[in-house]
């Protein structure tokens, strides 16, 4: 007689459907406002995006003219507006044949790592391994304003006024910076975040978050421990905005979870993560903040490097790794081929907390 | 008294009391004080700097990009000064010195495992004769022997410990081993304390060959050697302890070459190369970058690239590129595909090795990889081929010389390779 198997946690997010196939590894994913479409940025320099209306999802035609990898997303309106590794800042029109509205071929001198929007009708912002942070008319791609550190500027996110971004380097420091005048007007300090190992500088603020409200600040990496193979535990901190004090944190159980790799804030009053990984491993969480622990970790596919939160928030889309990624020498595919790794991306229900 | 033929691990440690002791070796001193003859030897001297970067660089962020491609990485690809050759902008200062530089990108090696791996490449990969061949550094010390430095002829820059290691020698025997300065640094208590007068050291040292007599009498006859090669090496380094005072150079050489470990030991290197060593050898560690390894990537390569352009250029500015033979490499390359925890695993299947110096033709690339850099194109290189690339740009036949073990000759090289034409001038 077969075990009668359990029935579903209503609490516990469930998988909708199959994997999406993206075919290649993705950076970012991330839903359009009105949560009819997902788009993926991809390591071969394109924009996939799937319609959500139908039945199962739809694959739409894909966006081109990236180089390198397809860094960052972010959706206003129609617009969506798009980095890449090799410096480049796109603005395209999803409901367009011709997507594109705008580009900058040099937004930043090499790697632009994440593209950041203001509130509604204000500027984007976008940060680089060149060390500055550059606000954008999102218009035109005009530069309103830019502002150098000189330290790889991993994560940008917008104060909930607009009138300040906040930018996250590869040290652990977060500094704000006033839009208007360019001036630094505070650090938060996370420097766990970062570690020298012999010469390899390692970990750094890899993602900001604003919490709804705008009253917490959310500043992640992970506590790295070694260099090269980078076992690293999952940290995540909790900042008040307006003191700028610490007001709780998040680790992961140990250094084989990687490094938080993308959060959302859900308006339920949690933040939704995924975590790197060592291969095979990687998750993705959600946690509530001021609590010790995660109130789900989970995910069937492992190494997981973004999670998008459907704008309803009754949905997240997790982007994740193929098993078996890793391995010296010519490991070879099924077809005797030496093949990619692709991120499946896995759509979930959220439930009710 | 019975012979005791074995050593301990403490008796190969480079203590003072090891080091203070002969001050035989200073062949050639003398000479050296003509002017004219000390530039004339200076002229001859054939020298190797092999620079090691332990765990194994990425040839795809480095010597070999494949920009847009399905494995090549968020990189920009950028020009070099020698016209159609690309390299990594992680590389900027070595693109402008490419002139200078040939970069082998169809090394295809045997083993993916550290291991076996290191040790593998450095001694060549010989055919099996049931010895342990020598690593390349005291293979040079034994060919090209030490040279008129009055130094040792085989120098290992390194992190951490260092130490008299002689298990590079392989059949050669201790005395070809490596003098390690860990961290850069003179053995410990090299220096004669303040509180110790010459006269009184010397009474002391009086006292230790006294009792070497008694400590030669229960060793091997090699290992009583490399006993008194590493007394030999701690008089030489003495005499030169200058060198090893970094802070006394200008200021825009310790920036040029970095502060951190690499950069510094690599200034000592130029320093050691000066004073005319041999063979030094650089090690870097922590270059195995299985996870977040384009993060890693942007930290370590560029403290890769200053200092060894710096040193190409000084060498340069120098005249010494005529005899200097410069090597980068490592133990393999790191895999085209990308695993989830965003590195690159082990790859000996089709890498890069850069060189440049004596004997070596100036701004070129031999060998190519597929577009997507699985697999190389055509002719692929493997270690042997590259020992015998090196050999004859010191002016070696590796078909006509040969190492004695003991009666037994054996090749300096892999008899089945052959070197790689291209590169040689």
Redesign the interface.
Known sequence: MQPKKAPADPNMPKELGKPLAPG??VTRVRFSPDGKMLAAAC???KIRRWDLNAKDPTELPLIAGH???V?GLAFAGNALFSTD??GRLTASDITAKEPKLWTLEAAHD??ARTVALAPVDSPIATCG?DGFVRIWDRANGKKINEFETKT?ILSVCFKADGKSVFAGD?FGIVREFEVASGKVTRTLEAKELHRL??????G?VKNLLLAGDGKTLFVAGAEPKT?????CTPLLFAFDVASGKRLSQYKGANDTE??VTDMVWHKDGFVAFTT?????Q?KFHFWKPGAATTFFSGGKL??C?SVALSPDGTMIAVS???AN???????KGAGGD????TSPIQLWTVPKV | MPRNPLCTPTDHRVTRRRFLGSAAGAVGLSALANPLVAEELKKQRRQVLFVWLDGGMSQLESWDPKPNSPFGGPFRPIQTTVPGIQISELFPQCAKLMKHLAIVRSVSTQDNSHSAGVDRIQRGDPKNRGVTYPFLGSAVAKLVGPGDSGLPPYIWVKPMSGGFIYKDAGFLGPKYGALALGDGKPPENLLRPNALTAEEDDERNDLRKLLDKNYAAQRRTELTEANSHAYEMAAQLQKKIELFDLSKLPQKDQDRYGTHDLGRHMLLARRLLEAGVTFVKVTSYGWDTHGDHFNGAASLHPKFDRPFAAMIEDLADRGMLDNVLVIACAEFGRTPRINGHIGRDHWPEAWSVAMAGRGIKKGVVAGKTNDKGTDVANDPVDIGGLFHTWFRALGIDPTDVQYGNAGQPLPIAHEEMKAVKEVLA
Request: net charge negative; aromatic share 14%; proline share 6%.
């Open positions: 290649t590894q390591f071969d320099g180089n390198g990898w860094t590794s090799w090499g790697w391994k790889d590869l190992e012999r010469i390899q500088d390692v750094g260099g090269g193979f980078v076992q990687g490094y790197s990984g060592q291969p095979g990687g492992p190494n490097h994740a790794t193929n990624s890793s391995g010296n020498g010519r490991v030496y093949p990619e790794n």
